[in-house]
């Protein structure tokens, strides 16, 4: 009889030749367990999924609750399912006034898909800008999208009319006209290894997309829900964009995602054609129950978000001036470990695993590693992370 590990590599396709391998038996808070019992943090709360952890209760009961009313019942948009309406009308009374028309997806790539459809359809524009070392996703557009050509260049030719800027770059803004239908950007780079907008940035590209009639699409999908010390990251950058794209920590470990807008903009989808964007599972019930209790615990509990800087920093003060790390660079509880090479960055990775601490490199930045651990992390805990990190450190 097949092992799991055996199944896992030879009949689960899998996206990389390297995967961790890890196997989970069940997982709690911080923590995941392996069959053999073996205690791991996770230091990446499955890429910024997990921000209050695994299996919270609240989420739990959510789910479980839905699961006794319905599941699946029509395509999307057909029915009126509570706990879409009701998701809507919780995000929307926390966004901003123009974004209050919430499109639901199951996933970030599907988010960012159907917010490059709308862009197109509404202002009859063809040209999309992106920034370079950003990464939105793998599906078709989203690839696109994707501001590394080593990790697309196989898959060409891929959508057109498409140009990319340099991030932080106020010159390349000019490259934005009134061809231009919108601009794709993550308020914070987050696979470039954590980088942050300078001085005024994200205000300027603000202003050249108002003065060229462009929309803004801020991606959100990695910095949404608490992540950067923010209920989104665009708040603390008095920024607002025409279309916000959410995922990954949306379902608190649910499968669930959506693209926000204006109503008049949104509206552009249901006709001329009918259907223009069409989703048999978005916004799945479970998934959206799952959704209204991760945002009701985020809001019922604000030191969840007014701690993640301060227990970033607790991170960010013990590493920087250890002599292995070349730099550190933070939003919140999203940190970038930058290590000399990219060959020590993975063997510091495979060492942390065997210590029980999990986490992984960054896309466009492989010689550093992530630390995103959920936002209930206690300082206790960090400590303790922070003591396998170091003794990680000191045997390499």
């Given at each position: 009889?097949?092992?799991?590990?055996?199944?896992?590599?030879?009949?689960?396709?899998?996206?990389?030749?390297?995967?961790?391998?890890?196997?989970?038996?069940?997982?709690?808070?911080?923590?995941?367990?392996?069959?053999?019992?073996?205690?791991?943090?996770?230091?990446?709360?499955?890429?910024?999924?997990?921000?209050?952890?695994?299996?919270?209760?609240?989420?739990?009961?959510?789910?479980?609750d839905?699961?006794?009313?319905?599941?699946?019942?029509?395509?999307?948009?057909?029915m009126?399912?509570?706990?879409?309406?009701?998701?809507?009308?919780?995000?929307?009374?926390l966004?901003p006034?123009?974004?209050?028309?919430?499109?639901?997806?199951?996933?970030?790539?599907?988010?960012?898909?159907?917010?490059?459809?709308?862009?197109?359809?509404?202002?009859?524009?063809?040209?999309?800008?992106?920034?370079?070392?950003?990464?939105?996703?793998?599906?078709?557009?989203?690839l696109?999208?994707?501001?590394?050509?080593?990790?697309?260049?196989?898959?060409?030719?891929?959508?057109?009319?498409?140009?990319?800027?340099?991030?932080?770059?106020?010159?390349?803004?000019?490259?934005?006209?009134?061809?231009?239908?919108?601009?794709?950007?993550?308020?914070?780079?987050?696979?470039?290894?954590?980088?942050?907008?300078?001085?005024?940035?994200?205000?300027?590209?603000?202003q050249?997309?108002?003065?060229?009639?462009?929309?803004?699409?801020?991606?959100?999908?990695?910095?949404?829900?608490?992540?950067?010390?923010?209920?989104?990251?665009?708040?603390?950058?008095?920024v607002?964009p025409?279309?916000?794209?959410?995922?990954?920590?949306?379902?608190?470990?649910?499968?669930?995602?959506?693209?926000?807008?204006?109503?008049?903009?949104?509206?552009?989808?249901?006709?001329?054609?009918?259907?223009?964007?069409?989703?048999?599972?978005?916004?799945?019930?479970?998934?959206?129950?799952?959704?209204?209790?991760?945002?009701?615990?985020?809001?019922?509990?604000?030191?969840?978000?007014?701690?993640?800087?301060?227990?970033?920093?607790?991170?960010?003060?013990a590493?920087?001036?250890?002599?292995?790390?070349?730099?550190?660079?933070?939003?919140?509880?999203?940190?970038?470990?930058?290590?000399?090479?990219?060959?020590?960055?993975?063997?510091?990775?495979?060492?942390?695993?065997?210590?029980?601490?999990?986490?992984?490199?960054?896309?466009?930045?492989?010689?550093?590693?992530?630390?995103?651990?959920?936002?209930?992390?206690?300082?206790?805990?960090?400590?303790?992370?922070?003591?396998?990190i170091n003794?990680?450190?000191?045997?390499?």
């Amino acid at each position: 009889m097949l092992t799991n590990r055996q199944i896992f590599f030879q009949h689960l396709a899998l996206p990389s030749q390297m995967p961790l391998g890890l196997e989970v038996e069940r997982a709690e808070g911080i923590y995941m367990y392996s069959p053999e019992g073996k205690r791991y943090i996770d230091l990446v709360s499955g890429v910024c999924v997990n921000n209050l952890g695994h299996r919270h209760p609240a989420i739990v009961r959510a789910v479980k609750d839905q699961l006794d009313n319905y599941m699946h019942l029509m395509v999307y948009g057909e029915m009126i399912q509570t706990p879409q309406v009701k998701l809507a009308q919780r995000l929307t009374d926390l966004l901003p006034r123009n974004l209050n028309s919430v499109y639901l997806v199951n996933s970030g790539s599907e988010a960012i898909e159907g917010a490059l459809k709308l862009a197109k359809r509404f202002t009859g524009r063809t040209e999309i800008i992106g920034f370079k070392n950003s990464y939105h996703g793998g599906t078709h557009g989203a690839l696109t999208m994707l501001g590394n050509e080593e990790m697309k260049y196989a898959y060409r030719p891929l959508l057109p009319d498409v140009r990319f800027l340099q991030f932080n770059s106020k010159e390349d803004l000019f490259q934005i006209t009134e061809r231009t239908a919108c601009v794709l950007v993550e308020p914070v780079q987050a696979e470039a290894g954590v980088i942050m907008p300078k001085d005024d940035f994200l205000m300027t590209l603000r202003q050249r997309c108002s003065e060229t009639g462009t929309l803004l699409i801020f991606d959100e999908i990695q910095t949404g829900f608490g992540r950067t010390g923010k209920l989104f990251c665009f708040m603390d950058y008095n920024v607002t964009p025409d279309i916000l794209c959410i995922a990954k920590a949306m379902g608190g470990g649910m499968p669930i995602g959506a693209f926000i807008a204006d109503k008049r903009i949104m509206l552009t989808l249901t006709h001329n054609p009918d259907f223009g964007h069409i989703t048999t599972f978005g916004g799945h019930p479970v998934s959206a129950a799952a959704a209204i209790a991760t945002l009701e615990e985020l809001t019922k509990n604000p030191n969840l978000i007014n701690q993640v800087d301060e227990k970033g920093a607790i991170y960010e003060s013990a590493l920087k001036n250890h002599s292995l790390v070349k730099g550190i660079r933070r939003k919140g509880l999203l940190i970038s470990v930058e290590l000399p090479t990219v060959e020590i960055n993975q063997k510091i990775i495979q060492e942390l695993l065997q210590n029980g601490l999990v986490t992984d490199p960054f896309f466009f930045m492989p010689q550093a590693f992530r630390i995103a651990p959920p936002l209930i992390i206690t300082k206790d805990e960090i400590a303790l992370t922070l003591e396998l990190i170091n003794k990680t450190f000191k045997n390499l």
